[in-house]
């Protein structure tokens, strides 16, 4: 999902890419990727739960709104819920932090 979020927004260098301290943001690939793209990568440390607050919330209505009480049999099943998700939560759900806007909304009408 980076991936195609970096080649379909294709930021500017200096995108700093926000995530908890989960083992998949800390891998080659990741890492590789967010290099190859000037990106800076911000993660919580260890017992700070409220550093990275925003993606902590956004970690946590994923794993209550996507994935909790469902089990994923295949790769393809699980990253098609996290599309399907991802679309929803930035084209459509609402924030209170963004006055009751989608982040699309916000961002459309912040520019």
Known sequence: MLAAA???R???AGLIF????????LGASVQALLVAHGALQSMTRGGAPDENAHMESFFHSLKAELRHGRTFTTARALRTA???YARYYNQERLHSSLGYQSPVDYERRAA
Do not use: M, Y
Not at 18 to 25: A, C, K, N
């Open 6 to 8: 970096l080649r379909r």
């Open 10 to 12: 294709q930021p500017p």
């Open 18 to 25: 926000h995530t908890d301290r989960g083992s998949e943001f």
């Open 82 to 84: 996290l599309t399907r």
